[in-house]
């Protein structure tokens, strides 16, 4: 198996922009987990599915950002204006008794 | 209100000593304390998994502790190697009165192996 797989892995985009982040989870797992990290507050959980059906996304920070599941293999993180602030790491991960996480997409909004 | 506290903060050590990193926790109610490696530029890497009713769990020269009623938790690393140099991330989950896992992450030890 692949692992999780993200794309992109680095975006560079201008504030106002919209940014989609995509993530495809480890076949069979069935919770996928959207996380962002910052050097200032470390590492977040923004929202995590289970079968494809949003759980928790009170960590997701304002109405910009939504994150849909059409599918078990298939993830999007999407951020609408896309802000300064928002520049970070975002992981995508995926369980199913173990977490794996993907390698990132690091995101710099100018 | 659930935390997670982690120390020290970082740690630098000699290559082939061993250390013991910290996670003090207060999240109720409690279902599993997760300890993961993250090298630098790459996502965390899960090292452990402890439930309430374990509280010893080895994985190589990994050893993580859990006392569930002091609400505390230790990473034992023997015989450090330059490639341990890390974050350690300690990450607690626990269920909300919905019964969806709320998880709790710690800030992390940045640890340093020095040859």
């Known amino acids: 198996d692949a692992g999780v797989i993200q794309s992109p892995r680095h975006e560079v985009t201008e504030m106002g922009q919209e940014v989609t982040l995509r993530c495809k989870p480890i076949s069979g797992h069935d919770y996928l987990f959207w996380y962002r990290q910052t050097m200032m507050r470390g590492l977040e959980l923004l929202i995590y599915?289970?079968?494809?059906?949003?759980?928790?996304d009170s960590g997701m920070p304002e109405d910009r950002f939504s994150a849909k599941m059409p599918n078990a293999s298939f993830s999007t993180l999407k951020i609408q204006p896309s802000e300064p602030r928002d520049s970070a790491v975002y992981f995508c991960?995926?369980?199913?008794?173990?977490?794996?996480f993907g390698p990132g997409t690091r995101l710099t909004v100018t | 209100k659930n935390q997670v506290e982690q120390s020290p903060q970082s740690l630098i050590i000699l290559e082939g000593k061993n250390c013991t990193l910290q996670?003090?926790?207060?999240?109720?109610?409690?279902?599993?304390l997760r300890w993961y490696k993250q090298d630098t530029g790459r996502g965390p890497v899960s090292l452990t998994i402890m439930t309430f009713s374990e509280n010893t769990k080895s994985n190589g020269r990994y050893t993580a502790t859990l006392d569930a009623d002091t609400k505390q938790s230790s990473l034992h690393i023997t015989a450090s190697q330059l490639s341990d140099s890390a974050s350690y991330i300690c990450v607690v989950t626990g269920l909300s009165n919905f019964g969806n896992e709320k998880l709790t992450f710690g800030t992390g030890t940045r640890l340093t192996i020095i040859p």
């Open positions: 599915f289970n079968n494809n059906v949003p759980i928790d």
């Open positions: 996670c003090n926790y207060t999240v109720s109610p409690f279902s599993n």
């Open positions: 991960a995926s369980r199913g008794y173990e977490q794996y």
